[in-house]
């Protein structure tokens, strides 16, 4: 049984979209779409985690992801906790020090982000019983509140999963996200998951990850219904993998022109933070295929979900009892 599933088949904390149930998956979806409408309302808190301790442990920077993150958490009224750990400051104490004196403040819940894949499952593993782990991010590993985030956008422009083709452009190879969304969309009963890039930006492991490869932008982006844009990490790449920014546009940037071979109807999406004129126009991104901005406000939500289902919180009769 996996770290993350407790023996009832409940999500206990939530680190990979990775051989997880597609009913859980839909399971937060459900739920995210039920806080979105709470969060449509002028008075956007909901008591569902008053009186619990939320913690913010963030090893590598993030804006949206922390933010949103933090968002979420007050918004369900808990106390959230926000510390940014710089390593190259550290007074030698370890991860496990640091998670135990957090622990004895309280903590009902840590928000996990990393450079090291594995940071936030070690994490899982260490804490006491019924505190919950969130990865926000770990290393090349998993990134999975954001792939659900972006399925989430997805269903809301897109509805069912089945007859869709959904391309994934740019640096597969360095990221977390990329893999956490094949896992996620797989599961979800995608019709097809591509992924867009040259050899230097594919995992070695991509031919077991479950989506279909294309080395030419052109080929890929045919008949695609969701199109994804990812950012070069160039501060995990070693060695030159890339002739240039400029020379990568040219084979691999998206722009509206470029788009035409997709659905007339594919919607644009990026994780951010984006690069403008390296992996991405930016008369697309601003434009009306563009769902980024959405992807962030959905964030809220879909965080809000995984933080009560973590710690077993029903939303309907945790309002109904407050
Ligand atoms: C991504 C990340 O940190 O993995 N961003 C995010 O969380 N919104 C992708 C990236 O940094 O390019």
């Known amino acids: 049984m996996s770290v993350q599933i407790d023996p009832r088949g409940e999500l206990r904390h939530f680190l990979t979209t990775e051989g997880l149930d597609p009913r859980l998956l839909g399971r937060i979806l459900d739920t995210a779409e039920s806080f979105a409408g709470v969060l449509g309302k002028s008075v956007k808190t909901v008591p569902l985690l008053r009186g619990r301790t939320v913690v913010n442990l963030f090893f590598e920077s993030s804006t949206r992801t922390r933010t949103t993150f933090e968002l979420a958490a007050k918004r369900l009224s808990a106390d959230v906790l926000n510390i940014a750990v710089d390593t190259t400051t550290t007074k030698g104490e370890s991860l496990l020090d640091m998670l135990r004196n957090l622990q004895a403040m309280?903590?009902?819940?840590?928000?996990?982000?990393?450079?090291?894949?594995?940071?936030?499952?070690?994490?899982?593993?260490?804490?006491?019983?019924?505190?919950?782990?969130?990865?926000?991010g770990d290393g090349w590993h998993a990134h999975p509140t954001q792939a659900m985030l972006d399925a989430f956008t997805i269903r809301r422009h897109k509805g069912a999963f089945e007859p869709l083709r959904i391309a994934i452009v740019g640096d597969i190879r360095h990221s977390r996200v990329a893999r956490s969304q094949i896992h996620a969309f797989n599961a979800l009963g995608a019709g097809e998951v591509r992924v867009i890039a040259p050899d230097t930006l594919l995992p070695a492991d991509i031919d077991t990850l479950g989506a279909r490869v294309y080395n030419d932008l052109n080929a890929g982006l045919r008949d695609a219904d969701v199109v994804i844009a990812l950012r070069l990490q160039r501060e995990r790449m070693q060695g030159a993998l890339l002739p240039g920014e400029s020379e990568y546009f040219r084979h691999y940037g998206l722009t509206e022109s470029r788009l035409r071979g997709a659905h007339p109807e594919a919607i644009v999406m990026h994780p951010g933070p984006i690069n403008r004129g390296v992996e991405i126009d930016s008369a697309l991104a601003d434009g009306p295929r563009s769902v980024i901005l959405d992807q962030v406000t959905n964030g809220i939500a879909v965080r809000m979900a995984v933080m009560t289902m973590v710690l077993g919180v029903q939303p309907d009769t945790a309002r109904e009892a407050s």
């Open 106 to 136: 309280q903590a009902d819940m840590f928000v996990v982000r990393h450079p090291q894949s594995g940071a936030a499952e070690y994490f899982a593993r260490h804490v006491d019983p019924g505190v919950a782990v969130l990865n926000a």
